[in-house]
């Protein structure tokens, strides 16, 4: 591997002093600003070694990789940085299941997969932590949609805060463009925290899991959920509801990690935290 440069990001309080999390989620606060490269003076290069270090880090974390602009099934995995946000094609035009963090970095996203930010008139809200909704002020025509409860959340982490424009509701059936979407509520992660069901056949899941390098799902890391035991419970219960309805996701997507197929790894998760 040939490092070309370095990240240079503003790092949240909890990095300095030297405490650097390897968590894919630690970043939430950073923000790159640009790339350094490393032809630098060796002053300039030793001042971002914290920033490399914790970009190394996360990039080592025991997940599987996003990849960019990968399908599956219904959805393509958009990436921004260290999460993804999820883009469904429509008769109706294109669909976003949260927004990503960064402008251009969706504004890039969305062309190469052929589409404008004007293009996009839904999104739907996994939750709104700022890294899945700090897109939105880029995506002037759409109507979000998400969980009352997710209410304070939106208004927390947008400048200027932003409402919900369509109230989901749990259990809730939308037809976007053609395709069905469920709507299924697992709090814990948020209040207001959601997964969707896409064309029957994707679980996304938003933050409520991540897919390790294993392909085995896991929970995010604790600190990063306002109540990480119900988040737990909540995708246990939904594992259990799923199999009751007859609903057999063949995919599972994560905002925080790449999707993978769902070959018993469902199964696997609930029977190990019930």
Known sequence: M??????????PASFRGGDVRTNDDAVHAASVSHVEPLSSGPARRR???????????????DITPIANQREYGPVTALLDLFTSCQLL???DGPVLIDACWRTEELRARLKEAGFQPEDVKRVLLTHAHQDHVGGLSLLTQARVA????????????????????????????????GVEVVVYAVPGHTAGSAAFLVGGQTLVLGDNALLTGKGELGPVPRDRSAEPDRAVRSLVAL??????????PRWLAPAHSGGAPNVGVLERYANANR
């Open 146 to 177: 998400a969980l009352a409860d997710e209410r304070p959340v939106l208004a927390q982490h947008t400048k200027p805060a932003r409402t919900i424009d369509d109230v989901l509701t749990d259990g809730q059936r939308l037809m976007l463009g």
């Open 89 to 91: 094609r429509t008769t």
């Open 239 to 248: 594992i259990d509801r799923l199999e009751r309805e007859g609903q057999r």
């Open 47 to 61: 001042s971002l070694w914290p920033a490399a270090l914790t970009l190394f880090t996360l990039a080592c974390a």
């Open 2 to 11: 040939r490092v070309l440069g370095v990240a240079t990001i503003e790092l």
